[in-house]
């Protein structure tokens, strides 16, 4: 009987916590906007792992130009992509998604044109980076500092 009781409390626990206020979409908007400032004009810089290998790569450089909301849980990534002489433009649609308030970079098997195919989930936090990452052979973790341009 004891066991039934607990475990009744714990439903109801469950239940008045589904049932909690709503957030009425300002603090999700604040949270929305701080998110596409802190990624204005920014580079990430850290280093990867890879399961096949040990130890931890070179310098990584990923540039963002700018992010903006699309629809959803969709944001528009405006990155550029260099590697030896090539410095390309890349737009990437990626669903970011909110762990309390921190945002979570997740891309699920998205095609980036010259690049390949990759899944990743990369959390951004107080100007810091870390995840994981895979593409069609290869996969690890990621991880580094958010730095901004310098004007």
């Not at 604040?30 to 802190?38: A, C, I, T, V």
């Not at 410095?87 to 649609?93: E, T």
């Not at 899944?119 to 290869?138: F, M």
Request: contains cysteine; hydrophobic residues 40%; charged residues 20%.
């Amino acid at each position: 009987m004891r066991n039934i009781l607990a475990h009744m409390g714990f439903v109801a626990l469950l239940l008045s916590a589904g049932c909690a206020k709503k957030d009425s979409g300002g603090a999700t908007a604040d949270l929305e906007r701080k998110f596409q400032e802190s990624l204005r004009g920014v580079t990430l810089v850290g280093n990867s792992t890879r399961f096949n290998k040990p130890g931890v790569s070179g310098e990584e450089r990923y540039v963002i130009e700018k992010v903006s909301k699309m629809t959803g849980d969709l944001w528009l990534f405006q990155a550029r992509v260099r590697y030896g002489s090539h410095d390309l433009p890349v737009p990437i649609p990626i669903s970011v998604k909110w762990a309390g308030d921190t945002p979570v970079i997740t891309l699920t098997d998205v095609s980036i044109p010259g690049l390949g195919t990759y899944t990743a989930r990369v959390l951004i936090y107080r100007d810091q980076y870390a995840g994981t990452w895979s593409g069609k052979s290869a996969g690890g973790q990621m991880f580094g500092k958010v730095v901004r341009e310098q004007p």
